[in-house]
Every structure is written in C-alpha cells, then in structure tokens.
C-alpha cells in the first residue's frame, strides 16, 4: 500500500475500533470478540509506529477507555487509571524488555538528579556502573482477568467510594453496588508492626502507613469480576425462569455493576482482586511484590497463583504454563499482567499514549483476530465436492499463524455476504480448523470483489453441478484425477488404513508414473516398481511395500470408512461394521460383506442408529455401482482379509452408551487413540455438545465445546481423569 492508501487504512480502523469501545464499554453490549478487537488495535498500533505523521489526537492508541455511562455520578481519578500495551508473542516481550533497559540507561542519571538521589544510593552506583555490566531487571506476574477494572478509595481507613475505570480520568461511582462484594473490605484490616516488618518495610514506611489507615487515604486498584461457577449456576437459574441468558461472566460482572438496584448486584455474587495501590508511592516501597502483599493485609484478596519472576525466560514459562492451564483457574483470565518489579523505576520508565511504559499485558493466543482476504481458491475433495479456500494476510490466532481459511461453500459466502479484499474475523479454538465467523464492512473502500461461484472443475475441467437439495458444488467427472488422488490419500490415511510412508505426495508420485489408479493396485506393488521413484531407495522401497502387505488384514470398521462412501465417517463405518457382523458371525473375505450390503434394503439402513434416509441412500447405491463391486472383487483378489470385528462390550460397561465429545489437543494420546478406546469400552463419539452428551473431555487449548458443556452443565474431564477412567 502506499502512504495514501496506509492513511485511510488508519482512518478505517480508528472509525471502526471506536465504534466497537463505544458498544462495549458504554452500552454493554459487543458485535465482536475482545480477541478480535485486540487484533484492530494492534493492527492499527504497529501501523502508526511505522507512520507516525498519520497518528491523530483522538486516535484509539491515544486515549485509554470510553465514556462513562450517564446513569451514575462522575468520580474523578486521582491518579488516573491508565490502560495496558499488549504483547502476544516472546519476541514481543523481549523488544519491551530492551526498550525499558534503553530508557532506564538513558534516563537514570538525570532522574535521579532531579530527585535528588544520595550519590551512594543503590541505584546511583547502578547508573554509574552501567557501561560495565547490563541492567538485570525482575519482573511481578499476575494473571489478567476478564472483569472491570474498579477504583476503591478508603478514607481513615472506611470504604468511600468505588468508581469504574470510565475513559481513565472520569469514571461512574458505583459504591453501593461494589459494597455487596464480600471481598471487599468496608473497613481496612490495621496490619500490626511485626506483618509489615516481615515484608520488608522500615520505620518510617511502618509509621506512614498506620497513619494513613487511621487518619488519611489509601486508593486501591483492581478487578471486579464474576466466578465461571457463578455464570454457570446463574444461567441455569434464568433459563428456568424464562430470564435472558448471561452472553459470558464479564459481561455478567458488567451487567452487575451497572445495576441501579444494589440487591440485583448481590445477587450476582461478584469478586474483587487487588492489582496495585494508586497511591503507592506515598509509603516509598521498593517493589511491587511488596505493595500486593501489604493490600492483602489491608484485608484485601490478591490472587495467590500470581508470582514474582527473576527473568524474562521466568515470565515466558509463567505465561506458557497458564495459558495451558487457565481452565483450571476459577474465572477467566485472557493474558498475564507483566510488571516491573523495582518501583524506583517506574518514575524513570514513565507513561506514554494510553499506558505505563513499566507494565506490558502479554496475552494468550487469541482465538478470534481480524485479518484481510486476499483471494479464494477452489479445493476438490475425495467425493468429487468443490470447496472454496481463502487465501489470508497471515495473521496468529490460537497459538499458530493462519495463511488458509474455509469458506465451506457459496451459500456461507452469500449468508457472510464475504468478498476478496474485505477485513474479516476469524475464529481458530482447540485444533478446530479456522474459519471466517464475519466481514468487517465498514472497512471496505470500493474495490473489494466478489467471489464467484465456479462453472468447472479447476483440475479436470469437467462441469460443477449442485445436486438438488444440497449446498456443495460438485465435479461431474467421477475419474477426476483430484479425486482419484483425494480418495487413495483418504485409503492410506490415519483413520483408515494408517500405512506408514504412504502420504499424498508418494501416492501423487505412484499416480503419476500410473502403477496406481485405484486402492486395491497398492498391494500389488514391489520394491521394482517404487524405487525409481523420487527420494527412494533399496530400503525406502523395501519399507514402504512391507508397510503396505503389513495393512492387508483389515479390521472391518476401518475398511468400511477407508471405501470413501459419501456420508460415511468412522462413527458410521463403526455402525455398518457392528450390524453386518450380527448377520454373519465369522467375516473372513469381502465376498461375504458385499453380499451382506446388498442384501440389505435401504429401510433397514434407515433402521440403524444415527444413519438417516440420506446416509442410507448412498451406502446402498454404493454397493450397487458396478465400478465398486469390481473394486471389492479386486481387493479380494490382492490380499486383502477381513479381521473379525471386535464387539463392543455391552456387558456391565460403565462407559455403555454414553456420549463423549473430545475438544483441545491430548498430550498423552491421539485424538484417534482416544476415540478408539472410547468405541472399544461400548461409548460414543459425537461432535457436538448437546444435552445427551455425557463427558466432554478437554485436552489443551479447548474450543467453544467447553462453553457449551458449562452452560448445559455437562461433566468436563482433563486428559488424566480420562485415562484414569479408560484404562
């Protein structure tokens, strides 16, 4: 882009960032993620670091919230409540780290000149030595929390007033309503000299602070937020009584501290965590740590899982650790609060724009960001289906960069109303496949395009029809070499046969050089035919042809899957195998199951669980086509032998009939390990959480699934309760 086109970009982020803090911060409600409000902002930050000439007054970056809501008094801030810069990476947090040790060198001399430092202090001889060694900083981490930020003043130690955070400078006194929180003190605990002088404060800091609680004032700093219990239970208090459903707990929190009527805030059972005394530096404390521990024993609440950090490589295995396990947390957290430990250099660091150049808020992978469509791509899958891809402005979102994107076909592209060139959010959670969850079209600037629909295959050239009654495009040419390739990758894959050295670009290769056109010409191979192949060998070859003979004994469920019957995933191909094995107690070769399959009518199929009239009518035309009964007679022919399918055991199994959904990545097991041990014990697999769903188990980084287990109050298991479980 050049300077012209960088310059209305930065007007159509700050236009579209404002609207959206003016929907979340005043009126309570929310269009967007705050992950992909996050993604604008920083967008529009690095843009306005590379172009400073276009960086205006009233720019998001500039400013630190929105307006305060009218229904209550104004409070002014008294110092203001200052907003956080975001890091989202290691490298992000190592350039702050080197700009902060830049200033520091840079400005300590003459800070502490101004402050009229003794030329003996510790951090005089620190300034003077520091051409000869680097600055070592240390670091306090706490846990950022999904709430609102509040403002308590005591004054001789009673609570006053609370105040929201507002745009910084004015917030919303809402005392009463932050009275209900059993967490907040209406009255300072006075810590005696033995406390205070364990967490290292002298005389004269002792003597201020006793003071201050009896005969001054102390403004606390910190978190209103609402439990995920307490969401969860509330929900399922509302939904019976027909009440409208809480979106998420900080918008529950929001809704609670907004409440004119202090009784409906009580009701919502809120809590408050410590983040900092506004008025620290009043008492003179060495270190932030030190100032957390003095709140607690005000008697306030300081979450315990926070923690001091000697280094930076300290700080990314503090973030690292719980960002994989924030589930366990009682509420939600989206980051980690990284501070500046020494308080000294807090003055010395200062504050610029919106924020403290002493504090950066290093967030967890975002699920939801905002990021461009470059263009869009069609796919062919193994059953000949056209699917469209979107080509992205690499952007990170849930702990990977994303480059490809879904777009599931035209009927979501037109509901999306989704065209190239448009700034989009997309949504990647757990090991979910990203996709587009909507268009930004307020960014548009008239030269975005259209995506449109495709008369042919882009590979064979053949024509794209849409069946009547579905929503995909589809090649009409059944030996399309996509396909053929598409279905011999789905043969050799995990799920099916699981043949090791036998991934697409080998079974590309064997089409190619024609010594493969359909699955059953793979166990006709030798190690002649596949080592004048590209990167093989004597042993590559030698390897690849054992692995291959080693697959011929076929465990039935897996065959049924690995035939690529349009319809048919592994919960079916499990289905199909159990029934046809009650038609015939011992299954040793394909004849026996192609006469089964055609034997059995369509109404019977229908029969089945889960298989409904659709499903049925393509299993039963699929053992009828003369091209896959030749295939069976082929396969028959090379090798290949039905295994007995093994039964589940329905016999005083605790896991018979019950439902698991799986979501997040299993650090111990395979998600297909996982699943087939769950078959195996007589359990299902289903997709989906629903009310018939019995344990969802939740590995790392879990999706939406979890979410919905909390509302419909679904039992939610880590990977070690369901190994315990398992095994």
């Known amino acids: 882009m050049d300077k012209k086109e960088i310059k209305k970009r930065i007007k159509k982020l700050c236009d579209e960032i404002n609207h959206h803090r003016y929907l979340y911060h005043v009126l309570d409600r929310e269009e967007i993620s705050e992950g992909a409000l996050d993604s604008l902002k920083n967008e529009l930050f690095k843009l306005e670091q590379e172009y400073p000439e276009f960086i205006t007054p009233d720019s998001p970056t500039q400013r630190v919230e929105g307006r305060p809501l ?39 001399p003459t800070s502490l000149k101004l402050r009229g430092t003794s030329a003996n ?37 009673l609570f006053v007033r609370g105040a929201t955070r507002g745009d910084g400078k004015v917030g919303e006194d809402v005392t009463n309503n932050l009275k209900t929180i059993e967490s907040i003190p209406l009255r300072l605990r006075k810590p005696n000299e033995a ?5 290292g404060l002298d005389s004269w800091q002792i003597n201020q602070l006793l003071n201050a ?55 919502r059972k809120l809590d408050f965590y410590v983040y900092g005394i506004a008025n620290a530096t009043d008492f003179r404390f060495k270190t932030h740590e030190q100032e957390i521990k003095l709140a607690e024993l005000f008697g306030l609440k300081i979450l315990r899982d926070n923690k001091y950090c000697e280094s930076m490589d300290e700080v990314n295995r503090f973030h690292a650790h719980w960002e994989k396990n924030r589930e366990k947390l009682p509420m939600e957290v989206d980051g980690v609060v990284v501070k500046v430990n020494n308080l000294a250099l807090w003055p010395v660091l200062g504050i610029v724009g919106k924020g403290p150049r002493y504090a950066m808020a290093y967030k967890f992978a975002a699920e939801q960001v905002t990021t461009m469509l470059k263009s869009a791509v069609w796919q062919i899958g193994r059953t000949g289906i056209l699917t469209p891809i979107g080509i992205l402005e690499p952007v990170r979102v849930g702990g990977v960069t994303v480059s490809h994107v879904t777009l599931h076909n035209m009927d979501e592209i037109e509901r999306l109303d989704l065209r190239i060139g448009d700034t989009v959010i997309i949504e990647r959670a757990g090991d979910v496949i990203p996709k587009v969850i909507q268009v930004l079209p307020k960014m548009r600037e008239g030269k975005e395009q259209k995506i449109l629909s495709p008369e042919n295959c882009p590979i064979c050239g053949s024509p794209a029809e849409r069946a009547p009654g579905e929503v995909a495009l589809r090649c009409t040419n059944k030996d399309c070499y996509a396909v053929t390739l598409r279905r011999l ?24 050089e024609g010594l493969v056109s359909d699955a059953a010409d793979f166990y006709t191979l030798s190690e002649d035919d596949v080592k004048p192949l590209e990167r093989f060998a004597d042993k590559s070859a030698e390897n690849l042809v054992k692995a291959i003979n080693e697959k011929k004994e076929v465990d039935l469920a897996r065959f049924i899957y690995g035939l690529g019957i349009r319809h048919v995933g592994e919960e079916t191909a499990l289905l199909l195998a159990e029934r046809i094995t009650n038609y015939k107690l011992q299954i040793t070769n394909l004849l026996d199951v192609l006469k089964i399959f055609q034997s059995i009518k369509i109404k019977k199929l229908e029969e089945i669980e889960d298989i ?52 997040g990545t299993l650090d111990g097991l395979t998600r297909n390990d996982a699943k087939a041990k769950i078959r195996e014990l007589g359990g299902k697999i289903s997709s989906a959480v629903s009310k018939n769903t019995d344990f969802v188990v939740a590995g790392e980084n879990p999706g939406s699934k979890l979410d919905k287990a909390g509302e419909l109050r679904v039992r939610v298991i880590n990977e070690e309760e369901f190994v315990k479980l398992i095994f």
């Open 70 to 108: 009218e229904k209550f008094e104004k409070v002014t801030h008294d110092p203001p409540m200052l907003s956080l810069f975001d890091a989202f990476s290691e490298q992000d947090m190592a350039d702050w780290e080197s700009r902060t040790k830049k200033i520091i060198n840079s400005k300590i």
């Open 121 to 157: 202090s510790h951090f005089a001889k620190a300034a003077r030595g520091r051409q000869k060694s680097k600055i070592a900083l240390d670091y306090y981490c706490e846990l950022k929390f999904d709430g609102l930020a509040m403002s308590l003043r005591y004054e001789n130690g």
């Open 195 to 199: 406390e205070l002088k364990k967490i």
């Open 213 to 267: 609680v009896e005969n001054s004032e102390i403004v606390i700093r910190g978190e209103a937020l609402m439990a995920k219990k307490v969401f969860n239970g509330l929900n399922e208090k509302y939904k019976k009584e027909g009440k409208k459903l809480l979106a998420n707990p900080r918008n529950g929190a929001a809704g609670s501290i907004r409440q004119l009527n202090p009784k409906i805030a009580a009701e």
């Open 489 to 512: 990758s789905h043969w050799t894959s995990k799920a099916a046969m699981n043949i090791e050295g036998l991934g697409p670009k080998v079974v590309e290769q064997l089409v190619k």
């Open 612 to 663: 409904g009239p659709i499903v049925a009518k393509s299993i039963y035309e699929w053992f009828r086509d003369v091209k896959n009964v030749e295939l069976l007679r082929k396969f028959e022919k090379n090798g290949i032998i039905i295994t007995q399918h093994a039964t589940r055991n329905m016999q005083q199994n605790e896991f018979k009939g019950k439902t698991f959904v799986l979501t």
